[in-house]
């Protein structure tokens, strides 16, 4: 593994929430209910026991470091996309890196077409979950059959003792076409839109976060129509730039991965959590050290070459203090 330490005096003050786009992780064995054909020993991109546990530390090493000079410990909770089942995220958290990090996780099997979910791990000493649900979007595509989307997750809990929700999403690619697709993550930003509405309906002084990889930009309308109709805020808008971003395409830096809070996390009070800082997680150890893609995200596959990287994506992380 990368050598890659950081020293820094444990700050009890201060907690990291995250989230990785982990980049199809799928375990080894064949599921009848995920489409994991290219994830397997036998198939052309040799997905082996080898690689898949190579996988596994090196994401465990990343996930332990967000947020750790800063704050001089694990994050407390680390919102996941691209994982394919329960199996996988309990081999990624008794992986070498997170086996003492306490990481306990909510996962649902979802009806996406690609067998990918989202999840949230959580550390169990300092998070307790009161409910959890998910929420689907169906599509109908131009001959009648229905098109799923990833689910979106609320997870509900005391983080050091007071509530908060977190919403984790994984919004539909923009793989046929920005335009042609932009529909559908418009549904994922009026379905996210409504929770928020249910959940401050109930307590509105309720504290909201709200992760993901959204395959749109902070600039882009299903963002900004959340965060100007819905009284949240995107620490994420001043941080990407023509050379900075959490995935690189078609040598252009897209910041996709963000996390969005309720503007009341800047209200300041003795015993509440309060909004301290945001950052993409872009180390140098998660990025390629050579060639024409330098600095872009080391991945474990380009097409059906296996790399052995971490990522296509880097994580990105807010801190909030108490």
Known sequence: MTEYSETVMVRHDLQTVAFYNLENLFDIHVDSHTNDNDFLPTSVKKWTHKRYENKLRKLGFAISNIGRSETGKHPVLVGLAEVENAKAIEDLIASNHLEACNYSYIHYNSLDERGIDVALLYDSTAFEVSHSETFNIVFTKEHGESDYSRDILLVTGLLDGEQIHVIVNHWSSRREGEK????????????????????????????IIVIGDFNDDPSSVSIKRLVEGYSLFNPMETLRSYNRGTSYYKRQWNLFDQILISNNFFESTQTQFEYYSANIFDEDFLKLFNGKFKGSPFRTYIGKKYQGGYSDHFPVYAIFKK
């Open 180 to 207: 042609e697709t932009e529909h559908k993550r418009m549904a994922s930003s009026d379905k996210v839109g409504h929770i928020i509405t249910s959940l401050r309906q109930k307590n509105p002084d309720t504290k």
